[in-house]
């Protein structure tokens, strides 16, 4: 799992940086800012996820990490709104199956 984080929040970056164009993702110039989004907020999960993108951060200048997160039900009512208006955070996890190829088929998300 740790893996996966760190894979994504590696790519993430990257694209956030070659980025030329205006976007919520690019702050000043050389600095990274990177929305993610999970279902964890609550213990043991939280503390989990605050604890590696602090570890992340600090091995990457210049990368910030914008949390946001929300109970399961919340959660996926919450990423089809975001889907609909456009304003999906950078990472963010979704369940398999029909769930994910509705996300996917509206081709506004991607996947790792």
Same mark, same amino acid.
């Given at each position: 799992?740790?893996?996966?984080?760190?894979?994504?929040?590696?790519?993430?970056?990257?694209?956030?940086?070659?980025?030329?164009?205006?976007?919520?993702?690019?702050?000043?110039?050389?600095?990274? @800012?990177?929305?993610?989004?999970?279902?964890?907020?609550?213990?043991?999960?939280?503390?989990?996820?605050?604890?590696?993108?602090?570890?992340?951060?600090?091995?990457?200048?210049?990368?910030?990490?914008?949390?946001?997160?929300?109970?399961?039900?919340?959660?996926?009512?919450? @990423?089809?709104?975001?889907?609909?208006?456009?304003?999906?955070?950078?990472?963010?996890?979704?369940?398999?199956?029909?769930?994910?190829?509705?996300?996917?088929?509206?081709?506004?998300?991607?996947?790792?």
């Amino acid at each position: 799992m740790l893996s996966f984080l760190l894979a994504g929040f590696t790519a993430a970056s990257l694209l956030a940086g070659c980025n030329s164009s205006d976007s919520s993702s690019a702050s000043k110039e050389g600095e990274v @800012v990177i929305d993610f989004f999970h279902r964890w907020p609550n213990e043991p999960r939280k503390s989990f996820y605050d604890e590696k993108i602090k570890e992340f951060e600090e091995s990457h200048p210049g990368v910030t990490i914008n949390v946001d997160s929300v109970l399961n039900d919340s959660y996926k009512e919450k @990423v089809r709104v975001l889907v609909s208006n456009d304003g999906l955070p950078d990472i963010f996890s979704s369940w398999s199956d029909s769930f994910a190829e509705n996300l996917v088929s509206s081709g506004k998300v991607g996947w790792l």
